[in-house]
């Protein structure tokens, strides 16, 4: 295949990646600020975001461990929220399990919310792109994405630590997963969900180590699951 072709087709991906710096760009900032906020040291923020490379899991853990949670809670409930990174593998593995291995181990670690979506509805609006260039597409993608999110990560860090101790602002942890959910409430079922979980979570507030929102999450899953069983039926 020609050069030229691939070429192309790498720097359309990054177009297509390139509008997410608008939410990667203060997303990473908040993350070093409340990460610093949290008591993290600068090698502990950026050794989080290069190893977890998961901007909801990250705030999440980082919120357990300000409330002094036990570590398996922490940990129990970071790979709950990315439980959805098992759905994304197995959706997008049709269309990339056949690339070389190193190639695969590559794209799954930098397999986020952004390069799934835009990679996903690309490869299945064109599908007559050949294995090199789906590849090349994905690539493409992650390029402006996740390069930034470490470099934004590291600014937020390095600007987190120069705020003085009385201007703390723990409460921007809880306001950015509200501007991460909002937007997601978009039919019954996750209306539900929500509702339940947050309603859960309030009533089970006195349980010991946060469990009662491990406990939330499952029952909104499961309620959110039957409202959408119930209301596709109808349909």
């Known amino acids: 295949m020609p050069n030229a072709r691939l070429t192309s087709t790498y720097w359309t991906g990054f177009r297509h990646g390139a509008p997410f710096l608008l939410v990667i760009a203060p997303f990473g900032i908040l993350f070093g600020v409340v990460g610093t906020e949290a008591g993290l040291n600068l090698a502990e923020v950026m050794g989080f975001s290069i190893l977890v490379i998961a901007g909801a899991a990250q705030f999440t853990a980082v919120q357990l461990m300000a409330d002094n949670a036990p570590t398996f809670v922490v940990l129990a409930t970071s790979l709950a929220v990315n439980l959805r990174m098992a759905m994304y593998s197995a959706s997008i593995t049709p269309h990339l399990g056949a690339a070389p291995r190193w190639q695969r181990a590559i794209m799954a670690y930098f397999l986020v919310d952004q390069s799934y979506a835009v990679a996903h509805a690309r490869y299945e609006a064109h599908p007559e792109m050949s294995l090199a260039e789906r590849v090349v597409y994905f690539f493409g993608v992650?390029?402006?994405?996740?390069?930034?999110?470490?470099?934004?990560?590291?600014?937020?860090a390095l600007a987190g630590q120069e705020i003085p101790p009385e201007y703390a602002i723990d409460f921007a942890v809880p306001i950015t997963f509200l501007a991460l959910v909002a937007p997601a409430l978009r039919t019954l079922a996750h209306v539900a969900a929500a509702a339940v979980s947050v309603t859960l979570a309030l009533l089970l507030a006195f349980l010991p180590y946060s469990s009662g929102v491990l406990i939330a999450g499952a029952a909104a899953m499961v309620v959110g699951a039957w409202v959408e069983k119930r209301t596709g039926a109808r349909t």
């Open 142 to 156: 992650i390029t402006p994405v996740c390069p930034m999110w470490y470099l934004m990560t590291l600014a937020g």
